[in-house]
């Protein structure tokens, strides 16, 4: 559950990527200007997490980012909003 792997599109093979830093189900993800975003979802522990993790592009490791002020979410969609004002850009969560 903390595995994370990507399609290669081009020749529709996976690749793994770097793990997650605290493995989870029912989170939400998205990409940000080249950085993949994981928020919220239920660890390992059934406990509902507001947690959020980052992997720069080419980074070698999962961060840390503060938690969501909106609370845990598990089961919710994210969609990457690029045309925003903000320097990183902005992700709309639609709470589950």
């Known amino acids: 559950m903390s595995d994370v792997r990507r399609l290669d599109l081009a020749t ?9 830093l605290h493995a989870r189900f029912g989170h939400a ?10 928020l919220g979802g239920v660890t390992l522990g059934d406990e ?10 080419g ?10 002020s909106c609370g845990d979410i598990t089961n919710a969609a994210a969609v990457t909003v ?3 004002g903000s320097i990183a850009g902005q992700v709309l969560l639609l709470k589950g």
Do not use: I
């Open 12 to 20: 529709l093979r996976w690749e793994t990527m770097p793990s997650l």
């Open 29 to 38: 993800c998205c990409a940000v200007r080249g950085v993949l975003v994981v």
């Open 48 to 57: 509902f997490t507001s947690s959020v993790e980052m992997l720069s592009k």
């Open 59 to 68: 980074g070698e490791v999962f961060m840390a980012l503060l938690p969501l």
């Open 82 to 84: 690029d045309e925003s």
